[in-house]
């Protein structure tokens, strides 16, 4: 494969029925020496309500390639932190490891590379007594193999939207817009 600059990934992986763990994470892939590497190195600070961190699968388990994560939604609580910290970054790292070990993700200068990944997790996670775990780990899990995949594949391509745009609309566009098809 050639050398992997900057690829942009995203997927979306749906909750289970009565849960709040939809999981919608955004993936920039690319080497250590160019903008993507930048990006990861600046990223070592820490800003108010959006914490960053390494993605480890357990303690001392720092996944290859290094991948930072951060949150799309701004974290008001110790719970939040703890759902974050504990099953989604575990279900990151895993879905990270087998995109290794499938050849999702290039084995051979794995190194070179880094990750960023914005995580989608929904604030009512935190507060849901009722909270399944299982299925929050399950849609990190998929949602994050699928946009790596995408991004290294670069999906969807530019021929997939133009044949898709009167047919695909965003969920946010029901009842305001109305596509000829």
């Not at 974290?75 to 999702?104: N, R």
Request: aromatic letters at 6%; a negative charge.
């Amino acid at each position: 494969m050639s050398e992997i600059v900057f690829r942009t990934g995203e997927a979306t992986v749906l909750a289970a029925e009565g849960q709040y763990t939809d999981a919608m994470p955004e993936v920039l892939i690319g080497s250590v020496r160019g903008p993507v590497g930048t990006a990861f190195a600046s990223m070592m600070g820490q800003v108010q309500g959006h914490t960053r961190m390494f993605v480890v699968r357990d303690l001392n388990q720092l996944v290859r390639p290094s991948t930072m994560m951060t949150t799309k939604a701004t974290i008001h609580t110790a719970e939040y932190v703890e759902l974050l910290g504990g099953v989604v970054q575990a279900a990151t790292g895993d879905a990270i490891v087998d995109c290794v070990i499938e050849g999702i993700l290039p084995r051979e200068g794995l190194d070179d590379l880094c990750m960023i990944i914005m995580i989608w997790l929904d604030p009512r996670c935190a507060e849901d007594p009722n909270l399944d775990r299982r299925d929050l780990y399950r849609t990190n899990y998929e949602a994050t193999k699928l946009a790596i995949s995408r991004a290294i594949r670069g999906e969807p391509t530019i021929d997939d939207l133009i044949a898709n745009r009167r047919t695909v609309k965003h969920y946010a566009l029901e009842d305001v817009i109305e596509y000829d098809a």
